[in-house]
């Protein structure tokens, strides 16, 4: 099959989860399908086109007023769907907005069928946000499919759609399913580490500033990542006292080097994960966890097995579960290997083939309509 993947930033440079799952899909999907990737051309100094690892990326213009960024998308991603040499089978958009709804309208257009593959739970959290509320139900509902990450996403979203959109929750309901992240798998065996590791975009929603203020005084901890809230990050530090080292935007090998060193991980969320990929990460390489109950992670973590759970914005809780990491090495190890254990099933070969399967399924039908 075609698969055309819409989103709208794309490696290489400071992204966030869902653009590294995306590249990643791209790659493993390249395996065995034709892959186009569309996305923004941002920073303007990216190729228009580019070929790499087997599938191919086309950047479109990107502007900087806000209001006419969106017509433009919606407009440059329909024409350049219809300038490929090869029309797709189906378009896979990652998040709701703007490639969901482009991907939709542009779909409906050209007669592609397209899949909108939900990331965050801002997308959903309808209450919280007036735009989504009016919007992200209308694209579900003219989507050929909808993607979640994991089971806890999918009730949320059931929930929240049976509360603010009940007209359309049958309809959606009827084409969702669930496809996690994808995970490669580091060999063991794993020695234990040292210090705490976080890891992501330095941005409000990830609540680094909990994770600083909860580390001062308690044991060195790496910020693996890069974003607005940096200089205010490393001013809290200095004011707490705490040990950070600002590691700046991490590759796929540093990272995998963050991970195998830490004593443990933390993941200090506030809002806006999906099935967070820096936790399944940090699993993967058997850390003891600690994470806060964002609708992902409760797929995930089950407190006291395979890692802790303490609430959001709470530093004195989260001081004292990494203190209860740091202080029991049996403890940790065996969280650790739990973690290990959990995480196994989102190995790429067994996720890559469910993607395929639904995709298949979507596509099917659409011929069929």
Same mark, same amino acid.
């Given at each position: 099959?075609?698969?055309?993947?819409?989103?709208?930033?794309f490696?290489?440079?400071?992204?966030?989860?869902?653009e590294?799952?995306?590249?990643?899909?791209?790659?493993?999907?390249?395996?065995?399908?034709?892959?186009?990737?569309?996305?923004?051309?941002d920073?303007?100094?990216? *190729? !228009?086109?580019?070929s790499?690892? @087997?599938? #191919?990326?086309? %950047? =479109?213009?990107? +502007? /900087? &007023?806000?209001?006419w960024?969106t017509?433009?998308?919606?407009?440059?991603?329909?024409?350049?769907?219809r300038?490929?040499?090869?029309?797709?089978?189906v378009?896979?958009?990652?998040?709701?907005?703007v490639?969901?709804?482009?991907?939709?309208?542009?779909?409906?257009?050209?007669?592609? *069928? !397209?899949?909108?593959?939900?990331? @965050?739970? #801002?997308?959903? %959290? =309808?209450?919280? +946000? /007036? &735009?989504?509320?009016?919007?992200?139900?209308?694209?579900?509902?003219?989507?050929?499919?909808?993607l979640?990450?994991?089971?806890?996403?999918?009730?949320?979203?059931?929930?929240?759609?049976?509360?603010?959109?009940?007209?359309?929750?049958p309809?959606?309901?009827?084409?969702?399913?669930?496809?996690?992240?994808?995970?490669?798998?580091?060999?063991?065996?794993?020695?234990p580490?040292?210090g705490?590791?976080?890891?992501?975009r330095?941005?409000?929603?990830?609540?680094?500033?909990?994770?600083?203020?909860?580390?001062?005084?308690?044991?060195?901890?790496?910020?693996?990542?890069?974003?607005p809230?940096?200089?205010?990050?490393?001013?809290?530090?200095?004011?707490?006292?705490?040990?950070?080292?600002?590691?700046?935007?991490?590759?796929?090998?540093?990272?995998?080097?963050?991970?195998r060193?830490?004593?443990?991980?933390?993941?200090?969320?506030?809002?806006?994960?999906?099935?967070?990929?820096?936790?399944?990460?940090?699993?993967?390489?058997?850390?003891?966890?600690?994470?806060?109950?964002?609708?992902?992670?409760?797929?995930?973590?089950?407190?006291?097995v395979?890692?802790?759970?303490?609430?959001?914005?709470?530093?004195?809780?989260?001081?004292?579960?990494?203190?209860?990491?740091?202080?029991?090495?049996?403890?940790?190890?065996?969280?650790g290997?739990e973690?290990?254990?959990t995480?196994?099933?989102?190995?790429?070969?067994t996720?890559t083939?469910?993607?395929e399967?639904?995709?298949a399924?979507?596509?099917?039908?659409?011929?069929?309509?």
């Open positions: 099959m075609h698969v055309a993947i819409l989103i709208g930033r490696p290489p440079g400071v992204v966030g989860g869902a590294i799952q995306a590249e990643a899909w791209a790659r493993r999907l390249a395996g065995r399908h034709r892959v186009t990737v569309i996305t923004r051309r920073p303007p100094t990216q *190729p !228009a086109r580019e790499r690892e @087997g599938f #191919e990326v086309v %950047r =479109l213009p990107m +502007s /900087r &007023v806000p209001l960024r017509v433009a998308d919606l407009t440059g991603i329909e024409r350049a769907l300038a490929l040499p090869a029309r797709p089978d378009l896979l958009c990652f998040q709701t907005f490639s969901g709804l482009a991907g939709v309208r542009a779909g409906r257009a050209l007669g592609i *069928p !397209a899949v909108v593959w939900i990331r @965050g739970e #801002e997308e959903y %959290r =309808l209450g919280r +946000s /007036r &735009v989504h509320r009016m919007l992200s139900p209308r694209v579900w509902a003219a989507a050929r499919g909808v979640v990450q994991s089971d806890q996403n999918r009730l949320v979203l059931l929930r929240e759609l049976e509360r603010y959109a009940p007209a359309v929750m309809r959606v309901r009827d084409k969702l399913d669930v496809v996690p992240n994808g995970l490669d798998l580091p060999g063991g065996p794993f020695a580490g040292s705490v590791l976080g890891a992501g330095l941005i409000d929603d990830k609540a680094f500033d909990v994770l600083v203020r909860a580390t001062a005084g308690v044991a060195p901890l790496t910020l693996a990542g890069d974003g809230e940096r200089a205010a990050l490393e001013a809290l530090a200095r004011e707490t006292g705490a040990d950070v080292t600002f590691t700046g935007f991490a590759g796929r090998a540093e990272l995998a080097e963050r991970y060193d830490a004593g443990c991980f933390v993941l200090a969320s506030r809002r806006g994960e999906g099935l967070p990929n820096v936790l399944l990460e940090a699993m993967a390489w058997a850390r003891p966890v600690i994470a806060t109950p964002c609708a992902g992670s409760l797929d995930l973590v089950v407190d006291g395979n890692g802790l759970l303490v609430p959001a914005d709470d530093p004195a809780a989260m001081r004292a579960a990494i203190l209860r990491v740091r202080g029991d090495a049996a403890f940790a190890s065996r969280l290997a973690a290990r254990r995480v196994e099933r989102f190995a790429w070969d996720v083939a469910r993607l399967a639904v995709l399924r979507w596509i099917s039908q659409a011929g069929a309509a």
